[in-house]
């Protein structure tokens, strides 16, 4: 199962400090998450600049230019931010019994485990 997942909050735990220009410490919601790939778009972080060929569509406007998104970064350089301390922290999963429409289920259920000063 996976631990990160599209629309939560990390931290990038590994690179080069901002004041050598890195992004380590920076906090960002995960945009896309890339299963056969590991790798996760956050918001934020790890900007890079595309130089794009200056071309012409059918209608005659101009296209191209220099453009910045934001690229993928490997799944193991960041970690869930716990919401309660904003500390970065692992995630573990609880099953739980959910009673729906009267009839019992098991759920796995993710929680932030207690965050540490290490991470």
């Known amino acids: 199962m996976a631990k990160i997942k599209k629309g939560d ?21 995960v945009l896309e998450v890339l299963v056969e790939q590991n790798r996760v778009i956050v918001e934020g972080v790890n900007y890079v600049t595309k130089h794009n ?23 193991s350089n960041v970690a869930v931010v716990d919401p309660s301390t904003k500390k970065p922290t692992r995630v573990g999963h609880k099953v739980e019994e959910k009673i729906k429409d009267g009839t019992k289920r098991t759920v796995r259920v993710r929680y932030a485990k207690k965050s540490g000063k290490d991470l």
Do not use: N
């Not at 060929?53 to 799944?75: D, L």
């Open 53 to 75: 060929r200056v071309g012409q569509t059918q209608r005659g406007t101009k296209t191209g230019g220099i453009e910045t998104f934001e690229a993928p970064i490997h799944i």
């Open 9 to 29: 909050l990390v931290q990038v735990i590994t690179g080069a400090k901002p004041e050598r220009g890195g992004d380590r410490g920076k906090q960002g919601k």
